[in-house]
C-alpha cells in the first residue's frame, strides 16, 4: 500500500519538502524523508484499521433487540479493558461492526451513556481548541501513540435512543460534548486525525528517547497546498 494515501483526501504530495526541524539538526533531505515517513506511517496505521464504510449506516434505524444489547456489552468491555489504554468512547465500527452505535464515558454519572442511532441536530458556533482537561490533546483507541489538538463544537445537541427504547434529546458539552463528537464522527468514517488535518492543526506521536522515556513528537504537516 505505499505509494500514497489512497482515500484520503490530501495527496501525498502536500506533505513533501519545506520541511524544517531544527531540534535534531537533521539536514533538509533527511528531515523531509523522516517526515514523509511519518506522515506515511500515520495514514497507514490509519488505514490498516479501516473505519470506512459508514457513510450510510447514521440514517439506517436499528431495531432494539438482543444483538444491539450485546453490541453495547462488548463495546464496554473493550473500552475498559486491562491492558492497552482505557477508553473513554468507542463506536460500533471500531471494533468492526458496522452499526450506528456508541458508547460514551459520563464523568458526572461515573458510567458510560450508550447512543443507538444518533443523530447531531445542532452544533454550537463558538469552537473550544483541544479536549478541556489538563491534557487538551486527543487521541483514539483505533490510532494508538497518535495525539492531536482538535477543534470542536462547544456544545452539540444529539437525538439518540437509549437501550431501554427511549428516544433521547440531549445537549452535551465538556469533555463530554467531544468525546460524543469524536465518536459520532467515527460513524461516518471521520477520524480526529482528518479533524486535525482539515483545520491545518498539530498532530504529535508517542516516542521514546534514549532512556525510554515517552516523549511527544510533533508530526511535521505541510497541508496548505
Ligand atoms: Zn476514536
Not at 11 to 25: K, R, T, W
Not at 76 to 93: F, N
Not at 156 to 182: A, C, D, E, S, W
Amino acid at each position: 500500500m505505499f505509494g500514497g494515501f489512497g482515500n484520503f483526501n490530501i495527496p501525498f504530495d502536500c506533505y513533501s519538502g519545506l520541511i524544517e526541524s531544527a531540534e535534531n539538526n537533521l539536514s533538509l533531505l533527511k528531515t523531509q524523508q523522516r517526515v514523509r515517513r511519518q506522515v506515511f506511517n500515520v495514514f497507514h496505521k490509519m488505514k490498516n484499521r479501516i473505519l470506512n464504510g459508514m457513510e450510510d449506516s447514521i440514517s439506517y434505524y436499528y431495531q432494539l433487540n438482543k444483538e444491539i444489547l450485546d453490541l453495547i456489552s462488548e463495546l464496554k468491555e473493550t473500552a475498559t479493558q486491562k491492558e492497552g489504554t482505557k477508553g473513554v468512547g468507542l463506536s460500533a465500527i471500531q471494533i468492526g461492526i458496522q452499526k450506528a452505535v456508541f458508547i460514551a464515558w459520563s464523568s458526572n454519572s461515573r458510567k458510560f451513556l450508550d447512543f443507538i442511532n444518533p443523530e447531531i441536530i445542532s452544533r454550537s458556533k463558538r469552537m473550544i481548541l483541544g479536549v478541556p482537561r489538563a491534557n487538551k490533546l486527543e487521541g483514539c483507541l483505533s490510532i494508538p501513540g497518535v495525539w492531536g489538538l482538535v477543534k470542536r463544537h462547544q456544545v452539540v445537541k444529539i437525538r439518540y435512543q437509549t437501550p431501554k427504547g427511549q428516544i433521547v434529546v440531549r445537549k452535551f458539552k465538556g469533555f463530554l460534548g467531544v468525546i460524543v463528537q469524536h465518536e459520532y464522527d467515527h460513524l461516518q468514517g471521520i477520524l480526529f486525525t482528518d479533524r486535525v488535518l482539515e483545520q491545518k492543526g498539530k498532530l504529535y506521536e508517542l516516542k521514546k528517547d534514549e532512556v525510554g522515556r515517552e516523549m511527544l513528537e510533533e508530526i511535521k504537516l505541510i497541508t496548505n497546498c
